[in-house]
């Protein structure tokens, strides 16, 4: 998959692209809905499969008060490099992200198409969901695009609201189960294990003083969605590609000091290895329990022993 971060750089398809656009935060099953049609129709048509997205959301831009960038109840499911890999696995020809500022917000839905579909792309076919709108004001969608075909010599295909809804996921409904700790509620929608990145930084290294090494992830993006507290069985994947089962712990540690800041805590099942400053990626398999405060050590390491066993039986097969 081709990546272009810059409209005035995109390649000109000579009309022979097939396109569908939008954010495509996490990618889950209505997105995917979407892009199987559309390379559906790529392969029947012979021209490559496009999408557009933009960066960064585009309620950054459209919602930010002026005191604050960054709207408080905004929560992603993928960051972008996630939502690039999710995308380039899909088998799709080209990416186009193209930078979503206030400018570009104002542009009508004739420019958006006479800029961005015609002169950038070269579209021959648009796909898009049944709920899909664009330019200023969200002016546009199938019925102007549909009227205005002939004009524009591009033609549309909207998927029926039928299909998309006929997998009941909506990013609403996936952000809701991850904050309440339903993770296999949220990879059913996803159609797959959500995962967090980040690098591993040093923390307090108590896990170490009784027996229980973690690795502290810290997430780059501080709009990542991150789940409820709690303890989770997840499959980790070290920065050279190794594989293990792991237990999580997203939480602030009550058993082991007050006032603490929430960690991401990573222990890998028989594992003996250094991962400071290295990426880590973890996907959530099954939330384990509530994050609790013991009596003592004793009490935490007895549970964490119970944790990594019922994590096993979780990630058989994993």
Do not use: C
């Amino acid at each position: 998959m081709q990546v272009v971060r810059d409209p005035a750089q995109f390649p000109h398809l000579q009309g022979q692209a097939v396109v569908t656009s939008g954010t495509f935060d996490g990618v889950h099953l209505g997105h995917q809905q979407i892009l199987r049609r559309l390379q559906e129709v790529a392969q029947q048509s012979g021209g490559p499969s496009v999408v557009i997205t933009y960066w960064p959301h585009p309620r950054l831009v459209l919602d930010a008060p002026p005191s604050h960038p960054n709207p408080q109840d905004l929560h992603l499911l993928s960051t972008l490099e996630e939502r690039i890999k999710r995308l380039e696995d899909f088998g799709i020809d080209y990416l186009l992200i193209i930078p979503f500022t206030q400018e570009f917000a104002s542009w009508t839905s004739e420019e958006y198409i006479q800029n961005i579909l015609i002169r950038t792309v070269g579209t021959s076919k648009l796909v898009i969901g049944y709920d899909h709108r664009f330019g200023k004001n969200r002016e546009g969608g199938f019925d102007y695009l549909s009227q205005n075909a002939d004009r524009y010599g591009l033609s549309v295909e909207e998927i029926p609201r039928e299909d998309v809804d006929a997998v009941g996921v909506s990013s609403t409904r996936i952000r809701r189960a991850l904050e309440s700790g339903d993770i296999l509620t949220a990879s059913r929608y996803l159609g797959y294990p959500y995962e967090l990145t980040g690098s591993v930084v040093r923390g307090r290294q108590l896990g170490r003083t009784i027996g229980w090494p973690t690795a502290n992830v810290q997430v780059e993006e501080p709009l990542k969605l991150i789940p409820a507290r709690g303890v989770y069985a997840v499959m980790a994947t070290t920065a050279a590609g190794t594989h293990h089962e792991a237990m999580l712990n997203i939480g602030v540690r009550p058993t082991v000091g007050g006032d603490l800041a929430q960690t991401i805590e990573a222990h890998l099942l028989d594992f003996n290895g250094d991962l400071y400053n290295q990426q880590l990626t973890v996907q959530l398999v099954a939330r384990l329990r509530d994050e609790q405060k013991f009596d003592g050590l004793d009490a935490l390491k007895a549970q964490l022993k119970l944790d990594a066993e019922d994590a096993r039986r979780h990630l058989v097969g994993g």
